[in-house]
Every structure is written in C-alpha cells, then in structure tokens.
C-alpha cells in the first residue's frame, strides 16, 4: 500500500493515540486503587493504555503492511450500523430494554449481516437475555426492561 494512500489512516490512529495519552496522563492525577477495589483513576488509566496500545498496533501494522490494496466494507453499512442504534436509544424509554435491543441485533444480524434468520433469531434472543440477565439479576440495576414493566 502506498504511503499516500494510508495517510489519513495513519492520521486517525495517531490521533487515538494522542487521545489514550491523555487519558492516561489525566488518570494519573487521581487515586487508582483504594483498599481492595479499583479507585477513580483505574479506568480511564486502563482504556487509555488500551486506547494506546491499540492505535500503536494499528500504526505499525500500517507501515509493514505489503502493498495490495485493502478491500473496504461499503458506506451504507456503516450508517446501517449507527441507524440501527439510534433507532434502539430512542425507542428504549417508551419500548423498555429488551424490545429494542432484540429488535436491533435481529436487524444487524439478518439484514446488514446477512446471517440465516432463525441463527439471527437465536443470537438476538440469546444475547439479549443474557444482557438482562447480567443487569438486572446479577448486577441488581434496575432497566426498564418491557413497557409492561414485566
């Protein structure tokens, strides 16, 4: 690949790396551990040094990259993706949690995936009780999970 042609991608990583630097040097000025759980400063230090890590990663494998060109996933996807979370944010204070989250994996997994349907159908089914699951039994936080408050 040539330079020319993953300059803006590079710019973007480096970017993000600026950014996970931050994040950790502004996690420095607060407490990361207290006692036996993790204190203010532990996660914005973690995702940063992910953040970091990750855009380092991203930058080296750019620059030792052979040349041949990269096929790149279309537009529409992309704001397939990001219409299908708006669509699932809004709707969740009217519809509750689990309509709109099940609605939207379905959609992701069947029409912007293409995934057989009753696999989509599972897969949304499943994750989205497992995510109820994990919030409202285990975590005890209390979602609005049907509009029928059920």
């Known amino acids: 690949m040539k330079i020319s042609a993953i300059k803006g991608e590079l710019a973007f990583a480096a ?6 630097l931050y994040w950790v040097g502004r996690s420095l000025e607060f407490p990361i551990w207290s006692g036996f759980a993790p204190d203010s400063g532990f ?17 080296g494998t750019l620059l030792t990259s052979p040349g041949e060109p990269v ?3 279309p537009l529409t996807k992309s704001l397939l993706i990001l219409a299908a979370l708006v669509v699932c ?3 969740a204070g009217v ?11 379905l959609f992701l997994y069947a029409y912007v ?16 009780g497992v995510l109820a ?8 936080i209390p979602l609005p999970l049907t509009p029928w408050e059920l």
């Open 15 to 20: 970017f993000f790396a600026v950014i996970g």
């Open 43 to 59: 996660l914005p230090l973690a995702y940063g040094l992910i953040l970091t890590v990750l855009s380092l990663a991203v930058i």
């Open 71 to 73: 096929e790149r996933e």
């Open 89 to 91: 944010v809004s709707t």
């Open 95 to 105: 519809l509750g949690f689990l309509l709109p989250l099940f609605g939207m994996l």
């Open 113 to 128: 995936e293409r995934l057989p349907l009753m696999r989509s159908i599972l897969v949304s089914a499943a994750t989205t």
């Open 133 to 140: 699951l994990i919030f409202e039994h285990w975590l005890h």
